[in-house]
């Protein structure tokens, strides 16, 4: 699935600067921690004042095999690819071929409200068009080829979200019409468009639109972490996200591209900034993020078991990129590091550490809980002497416990805080702290069993 997008924090800065040999190769050493620890596999580089300053990689393209990953394999970026298909479409008005007020009826009159969709409003994501990765029906056709015919069909049926430029709302539907769109302008297949426009201009030699994952072609395989063992994902095939995510690349090529783009070698001055129309902290293909007292621009992906961020800012002159084939954590928490790093700022090693605590300890958290402040109910449960959580309608998550009361999940940055006595616990997630009370009926189970 092409997931959505996240945004880096605005953070604060200690006023203390650091050698820059230093705090480089202290993040090397944290991401060789990750790796180590089995929290992400992946390559990592940022440039600053536009000049490439820092690579790592760490991890494997292909586990079965044992190959390692180079600063030369290729992963799948998912959504960074909104980015590209975005500069396509500012090239085509520059080219006169569309105009940013053109009409989706002009090209797909059969979608719901096409005569009110502007090629702007799907740029934004502002159009209502339902987005058909939510659907679950997606997970049965998600893997194998669909036509252009095919995945329109999907798309038209359902009914639109809301009126056409009320609102934000993510959808990767609206980058695939766009990429037909494109094809059908230029009379040009997608892959085709990203070459001749993108990567030649810019001498981009392992930017592509992806296929079948080849790892003797130096591409990665993705994989979770489960029971010890790396276990590989399935694939997306490649003509079902199109303009929205088929896009395979490197950090350091990305690098290239989003420096490229803002130094004028893609775009004219005025497209360009007409792509940082912000509404809602979403431009045309990118989005609005802070670091510190600045803000940048970039966007995040996810496809598959794969991870990407690429951001640029450019009163710092810093670009940051990195793609992931595994990932146990929050990602949110590398950027952050990798921008930290970038500008000789010192970061926080994180602790490894975790508790292993008797299932008959783990029983007195063991609950439903709700909160006043969200909607969701938090099951928590134990699973193969491990505890879990499950919020309402999600998938459920390990939990690794810091202290005897305190567990954390890495991958989404979540920590829960359990005061048995109150029966209560505090979930933080990203800055922001929730209380959850258990319920009435299970606390007085509990003290009769």
Do not use: C
């Amino acid at each position: 699935m092409l997931k959505k997008i996240f945004f880096l924090s605005a953070i604060g800065f200690s006023s203390v600067v650091f050698s820059q040999n230093n705090i480089r190769e202290k993040l090397g050493n944290y991401l060789d921690s990750l790796f180590v620890h089995h929290k992400v596999m992946g390559s990592f580089a940022f440039a600053d004042k536009n000049q490439p300053t820092f690579l790592k990689v760490v991890g494997f393209s292909d586990v079965e095999k044992q190959q390692k990953a180079n600063m030369n394999t290729q992963y799948r970026i998912g959504s960074i690819s909104k980015t590209f298909t975005a500069v396509l479409v500012m090239k085509a008005v520059e080219d006169k071929k569309l105009s940013l007020q053109t009409k989706l009826s002009d090209f797909y009159p059969e979608i719901p409200n096409a005569n009110k969709i502007t090629i702007e409003n799907l740029l934004q994501h502002r159009t209502g068009i339902h987005n058909l990765t939510n659907e679950a029906e997606y997970w049965q056709y998600n893997a194998k080829p669909q036509t252009q015919s095919d995945l329109v069909n999907i798309i038209k049926k359902y009914k639109s979200d809301f009126n056409p430029g009320i609102k934000f709302e993510y959808s990767n539907s609206n980058y695939i019409l766009l990429g037909y769109i494109l094809e059908r302008v230029y009379k040009k297949s997608y892959a085709e468009l990203i070459k001749d426009k993108i990567a030649r201009p810019l001498k981009l030699t392992l930017t592509e639109v992806g296929g079948k994952i080849d790892t003797s072609k130096n591409q990665a395989k993705s994989y979770q972490f489960t029971n010890g063992k790396y276990e590989v994902s399935s694939e997306t095939d490649m003509s079902v996200p199109g303009g929205a995510g088929s896009i395979v690349s490197t950090p350091t090529e990305l690098l290239k591209f989003i420096i490229g783009l803002e130094n004028g070698k893609l775009l004219t001055k005025t497209s360009l900034k007409e792509m940082k129309n912000f509404a809602d902290n979403y431009g045309y293909g990118l989005l609005k993020v802070p670091f510190g007292n600045s803000w940048g621009f970039g966007h995040t992906g996810g496809i598959d078991k794969f991870g990407s961020a690429l951001f640029y800012f450019p009163d710092l002159k810093v670009a940051a990129a990195f793609s992931t084939n595994q990932s146990d954590m929050d990602t949110n928490e590398i950027s952050i590091k990798m921008l930290e790093t970038a500008t000789g700022k010192d970061f926080e090693m994180p602790s490894f550490k975790t508790l292993e605590i008797p299932e008959a300890d783990l029983q007195k958290f063991v609950g439903t809980y709700s909160s006043k402040d969200i909607p969701l109910k938090i099951n928590i449960f134990i699973k193969d002497k491990k505890l879990m959580a499950q919020a309402t309608g999600q998938s459920d998550f390990p939990l690794e416990a810091t202290s005897q009361t305190t567990f954390k999940f890495d991958r989404a940055g979540i920590v829960i805080e359990f005061f048995p006595a109150k029966n209560q616990f505090v979930i933080t997630q990203g800055g922001t702290k929730i209380s959850s009370q258990k319920n009435k009926n299970e606390i007085s189970k509990n003290k009769y069993h």
